[in-house]
């Protein structure tokens, strides 16, 4: 629900193209990640979570994250091959988290104020367990092509989530661009999968609603907590889950440790577990979530780009023209009032 607590503060989520001199440094990586104490400022105040950072910067970095994020279905599939789903889920947000809490420690950041510790929890549910976990599920019976659907809903989910959260208003046009883009993406991934309706598609279902609820709530820390520390908190808050999960499922599920089966456990737990992640929050932080969500309408095709080069799966003549609608719809979103 919209939050009333300051009469003072900004209704959107993260406005582009503020900066304050106070503010933390852009923090993509460890190596450019202040040592200092985070900003303490509400999420829903004016203040940005990095200085200088501009819309044009704040989209490439979101479509970074998206570019890390096309890969997550291909390299589960590659882990699925060596190891069970429930051991990739844990294995990976146990690594991820190893990966985040060195960081913290290095650079000896303080934990957050308690007022951020909700909406850690939040990403962590939704980003951290809740997707990876239903989409692995999916993925053992659904192909990467039907697992896609589930990006092609994400940006109006996220939106949606982002404008009941904080009240924000994007404009018609936004919204008629970015249900186009929706539908089209919907309409290509499904037809390929045949349109019917299996287990799957709840995991998958399930799966959207989650992570865009993590990914609102960790758009708007990234406003107030440097990117990268949200989801580095949100993993070393889900360590006393992660690691005795991993020790069971790794004890009850059988494991062969292959070339495909490592390299894509790897990807997803540091790419697209931790470092996509980084990149995403921050450029959602400097665009706000329901145009930066909009980025992700090319998620499904290149998802399929990579399912192709990496899995072999056969694509269809429909994704050229597919391409084409989809980035148009981002042309209009990106220059909408969002």
């Known amino acids: 629900m919209r939050d009333n607590d300051s009469a003072t503060v900004d209704e959107s989520i993260a406005v582009a193209g503020r900066s304050s001199a106070s503010a933390p440094p852009p923090a993509g990586t460890c190596a450019h990640a202040s040592a200092g104490a985070p900003v303490h400022t509400d999420p829903d105040g004016a203040r940005d979570g990095g200085a200088g950072a501009s819309r044009r910067g704040g989209t490439v970095l979101a479509a970074l994250g998206v570019l890390a994020f096309s890969l997550t279905f291909p390299a589960t599939a590659w882990g699925l091959e ?27 950041v303080p934990v957050p104020d308690r007022r951020y510790w909700p909406g850690l929890a939040v990403v962590a549910a939704g980003t951290v367990l809740g997707f990876p976990l239903l989409t692995t599920l999916a993925l053992r019976t659904a192909s990467t092509a039907h697992a896609a659907v589930v990006v092609g809903l994400l940006p109006l989910t996220t939106a949606g989530f982002a404008a009941v959260r904080t009240g924000s208003r994007p404009s018609p046009a936004f919204w008629g661009a970015a249900g186009a883009g929706a539908a089209a993406v919907l309409a290509f991934t499904v037809t390929r999968s045949g349109g019917a309706l299996t287990t799957a598609d709840l995991y998958l279902f399930g799966a ?92 499904p095709l290149l ?11 056969p694509l269809g003549w429909t994704a050229p023209l597919t391409a084409v609608a989809v980035l148009v719809c981002i042309a209009v979103t990106q220059r909408a009032r969002a």
């Open 208 to 299: 959207l609603l989650v992570c865009a609820a993590g990914y609102t709530e960790g758009g708007r820390l990234a406003r107030v907590i440097p990117g990268w520390q949200v989801i580095a908190w949100a993993l070393v808050m889900c360590l006393p889950l992660t690691v005795p999960g991993a020790l069971i499922a790794l004890g009850h599920e059988s494991v062969e440790l292959t070339g495909r089966g490592v390299a894509g456990l790897l990807w997803v737990a540091v790419g697209s577990q931790f470092l996509g992640l980084v990149v995403w929050y921050r450029g959602m932080a400097a665009i706000g979530v329901p145009r930066a969500s909009q980025l992700q309408l090319a998620q």
């Open 82 to 108: 060596g190891f069970g789903p429930w051991s990739l889920v844990t294995v990976r947000s146990a690594l991820a988290a190893l990966i985040a809490g060195g960081c913290l420690l290095a650079l000896r």
């Open 303 to 313: 998802t399929l780009g990579w399912s192709v080069l990496l899995l072999g799966e």
